[in-house]
T-cell receptor, first 113, second 116 residues
Framework: GDSVTQMEGPVTLSEEAFLTINCTYTATGYPSLFWYVQYPGEGLQLLLKATKADDKGSNKGFEATYRKETTSFHLEKGSVQVSDSAVYFCALSLNTGGFKTIFGAGTRLFVKA | GAGVSQSPSNKVTEKGKDVELRCDPI?????LYWYRQRLGQGLEFLIY????????KSGLPSDRFSAERTGESVSTLTIQRTQQEDSAVYLCASSRWTGGSVNEQFFGPGTRLTVL
């Protein structure tokens, strides 16, 4: 079945370090891919998305590229800040007459000053 | 404008009781989703409503779970004869519908359900 696998956390980095959170997916058809973020004490919110192969989503210094050949959508940021500490969720949506969305388990990121 | 709201924010119930959770989507959002998030885990899709189309119920874990939505407004998720394994945060999200495009989901704050 359709699924999303992302790297386990927690990930702990120092400020200004490079961040990669891996995400791979299994899907029948051609999904749209998303990264959602949940900051402490807040609800989930969309960080970025890509709707077709080779698309790059970007927002707030984060980027992810839709790689169909490796079925991946890894999240990257060149220089993390303490304020980036949050839980990051990779997700896919399939147009099956509706848009059922499947989420990964989430990766918690801690950034130390 | 107002975001997605959910009530109650917390619910503690005894095993075997029924509970009803409510979601008010953003006005104009025709798509509505329910998810379950167990402690330390990802979001588990439960059900999806889009306008007047038949809902996608493929994620409901058992026949104790049901959900309703009237038109494009409020939705209620009902869990009958609750079990301890039902303890989780139940999240609701809504989004606009623009035909073949996938739009951003806006999430509510969730209802934390504890079954004793």
């Amino acid at each position: 079945g359709d699924s999303v696998t992302q790297m386990e956390g927690p990930v702990t980095l120092s400020e200004e370090a490079f961040l990669t959170i891996n995400c791979t997916y299994t899907a029948t058809g051609y999904p749209s891919l998303f990264w959602y973020v949940q900051y402490p004490g807040e609800g989930l919110q969309l960080l970025l998305k890509a709707t077709k192969a080779d698309d790059k989503g970007s927002n707030k210094g984060f980027e992810a590229t839709y790689r169909k050949e490796t079925t991946s959508f890894h999240l990257e940021k060149g220089s993390v800040q303490v304020s980036d500490s949050a839980v990051y969720f990779c997700a896919l949506s399939l147009n099956t007459g509706g848009f059922k969305t499947i989420f990964g388990a989430g990766t918690r990121l801690f950034v130390k000053a | 404008g107002a975001g997605v709201s959910q009530s109650p924010s917390n619910k503690v119930t005894e095993k075997g009781k029924d509970v009803e959770l409510r979601c008010d989507p953003i006005s104009g959002h025709t798509a509505l989703y329910w998810y379950r998030q167990r402690l330390g885990q990802g979001l588990e899709f439960l059900i999806y409503f889009q306008g007047n189309s038949a809902p996608d119920k493929s994620g409901l874990p058992s026949d104790r779970f049901s959900a309703e939505r009237t038109g494009e407004s409020v939705s209620t998720l009902t869990i009958q004869r609750t079990q301890q394994e039902d303890s989780a945060v139940y999240l609701c999200a809504s989004s606009r519908w623009t035909g073949g495009s996938v739009n951003e989901q806006f999430f509510g704050p969730g209802t934390r359900l504890t079954v004793l």
